[in-house]
C-alpha cells in the first residue's frame, strides 16, 4: 500500500500545482483568487508562481523519497502519513476545480 499511496500522492501533487497555476497565472475580471495555504503563498510572493510551485514540486519529490526508503519510521506511520497528504492534497484538488467551474477556465490551460 505505501507505493500506491506514493503514486497517488504524486499525481494529485501534479493536478494541484496545474490547477493551482490556472488558479492563479492571470487575474480574472470580477474575481479575487489566492493562495489559501500561506506557507505556498508566501513562497509564491518570494518566487513568482512558477518559481514557487517547482520548488514545491522538488520538495515534494524528496519528501515522498524520504517517506519510502527512510528506516526512521515504521511503515503504517508511512502510510498513515501518506494517506493524510492525499486526502489533504486531493481536498485542495476539489477546491481548485471548483474554482477553474466558476471561474470560467479551461482546465486544460486554454483559452
Not at 500506491?4 to 483568487?33: E, F, N, Q, S
Request: include cysteine.
Amino acid at each position: 500500500m505505501l507505493y500506491p499511496l506514493a503514486a497517488l500522492t504524486l499525481l494529485l501533487t501534479i493536478a494541484d500545482h496545474w490547477t493551482t497555476y490556472l488558479c492563479l497565472r492571470a487575474p480574472i475580471v470580477g474575481w479575487h483568487v489566492v493562495e489559501a495555504n500561506p506557507v505556498v503563498d508566501s513562497l509564491f510572493q518570494v518566487s513568482g508562481l512558477v518559481g514557487g510551485l517547482l520548488i514545491d514540486s522538488v520538495f515534494t519529490l524528496f519528501a515522498i523519497g524520504f517517506i519510502l526508503y527512510t528506516s526512521r519510521f515504521q511503515r503504517r506511520v508511512k502510510e498513515g502519513f501518506l494517506g493524510f497528504i492525499v486526502v489533504a492534497t486531493g481536498y485542495a484538488v476539489a477546491n481548485n476545480l471548483a474554482a477553474i467551474s466558476a471561474l470560467g477556465i479551461s482546465p486544460l490551460g486554454t483559452g
